[in-house]
């Protein structure tokens, strides 16, 4: 069975999700609409994708009878209203992180998508990724023994400029919540508390908007273990995400700064191509998720990542914002890992 999708929202990542449907990239799947508020965007992506259908009004998507699931890939702001219209009109969901910016907005959706009985799957890509998912399974299977501690990395090669930081939610909510979310699905554990830290280094304009360029997090988990999530947006040399799990046996190294298996030899030394962009590092996970959602649409199965992870990861990320403002640790009260 072919699931008609439509993609809302299409900036970098839409776009990107857009044109894998498209190229029948993603099994089971067919893009039959798209959606952008801005002028002329919606038209341009559908000329250059074949599309007949687009508008710059998502409402005439969720009302289209000839849609069957919607991509919500639009800001963060507008999430919850789109999840409720989704809901609304029987239509299964997946929607890009972070779920909303509220606790309180989360619990609302959550009770919406329950009442509704459509699925709900939320992008946290990285579980898609198959460098994390074969580390995943090495933890199951027992190959490092218990983990004790987890070091996350996230650098990206530069920052958004302010508009977007305007309306991202700040650090630990934009950038380190993927972190978050690896530390408890490859843990296997909740964390339980966070003491988060950060600075301007290289951006002033982010001083602003209460925000930084540069932030560690440490963690701790409900299992006893404990962990740092660094997250930067200055990488002069390229984008730079990298794991690493501490077992009782052993250990992993999750990530890899080349682009291409290919270094080359000079007088200088020896130099390799380093991964440019988030979209060129987890093409595949990208591809993956969205194969993982047709699949759960067609078959009428839960996600592996759904709401319930989405208001957890949130949780945390809320919470590591309060310790950044107060100073202080702060404590997270219930989950169970996703």
Same mark, same amino acid.
Do not use: C
């Given at each position: 069975m072919t699931i008609r999708c439509a993609v809302l929202g299409l900036g970098r990542l839409g776009y990107h999700h857009a044109k894998n449907?498209?190229?029948?990239?993603?099994?089971?799947?067919?893009?039959?609409?798209?959606?952008?508020p801005m002028e002329g965007r919606a038209e341009q992506v559908a000329r250059e994708l074949g599309l007949e259908t687009w508008t710059k009004n998502p409402d005439e998507v969720f009302e289209d009878p000839d849609v069957d699931a919607v991509i919500i890939v639009t800001p963060t702001s507008t999430h919850a209203d789109m999840i409720?219209?989704?809901?609304?009109?029987?239509?299964?969901?997946?929607v890009e992180k972070p779920l909303t910016q509220h606790i309180e907005e989360a619990d609302e959706i959550i009770q919406t998508i329950k009442e509704s009985g459509v699925i709900c799957q939320v992008g946290f890509m990285r579980r898609f990724d198959p460098a994390y998912a074969e580390a995943k399974r090495r933890i199951d299977a027992g190959d490092i023994g218990k983990p004790l501690y987890f070091k996350g990395i996230t650098r990206? /090669? &530069?920052?958004?400029? !302010?508009?977007?930081?305007?309306?991202? =939610?700040r650090m630990f909510l934009d950038v380190s919540i993927h972190d978050y979310d690896m530390a408890r699905y490859l843990m296997g554990a909740e964390i339980s508390a966070v003491s988060a830290h950060g600075r301007v280094l290289l951006h002033p304009f982010m001083k602003?908007?209460?925000?930084?360029?540069?932030?560690?997090?440490?963690?701790?988990?409900?299992?006893?273990? /404990? &962990?740092?999530?660094? !997250?930067?947006?200055?990488?002069?040399? =390229?984008?730079?995400?990298?794991?690493?799990?501490?077992g009782t046996e052993g250990s992993l190294f999750i990530g890899?700064?080349?682009?291409?298996?290919?270094?080359?030899?000079?007088?200088?030394?020896?130099?390799?191509?380093?991964?440019?962009?988030?979209?060129?590092?987890?093409?595949?996970?990208?591809?993956?998720?969205?194969?993982?959602?047709?699949h759960c649409v067609q078959h009428k199965q839960t996600p592996c990542v759904t709401e319930a992870d989405g208001r957890r990861n949130l949780q945390i990320a809320i919470a590591a914002t309060e310790s950044f403002d107060s100073g202080k640790k702060v404590k997270i009260e219930g989950g169970s890992p996703g």
């Open positions: 449907i498209a190229a029948h990239q993603v099994s089971g799947a067919q893009l039959v609409s798209v959606a952008d409720k219209q989704a809901a609304k009109h029987g239509k299964p969901m997946f990206d /090669a &530069g920052s958004p400029p !302010a508009a977007f930081i305007k309306h991202s =939610g602003e908007f209460d925000d930084v360029d540069q932030a560690i997090t440490y963690v701790e988990f409900d299992s006893g273990a /404990a &962990g740092d999530i660094e !997250a930067s947006r200055n990488s002069p040399y =390229g984008h730079d995400i990298r794991t690493e799990i501490i890899t700064l080349r682009n291409q298996h290919v270094t080359y030899l000079n007088h200088k030394g020896s130099h390799y191509e380093i991964i440019p962009d988030f979209q060129t590092r987890f093409h595949d996970a990208y591809r993956l998720e969205l194969v993982h959602f047709i």
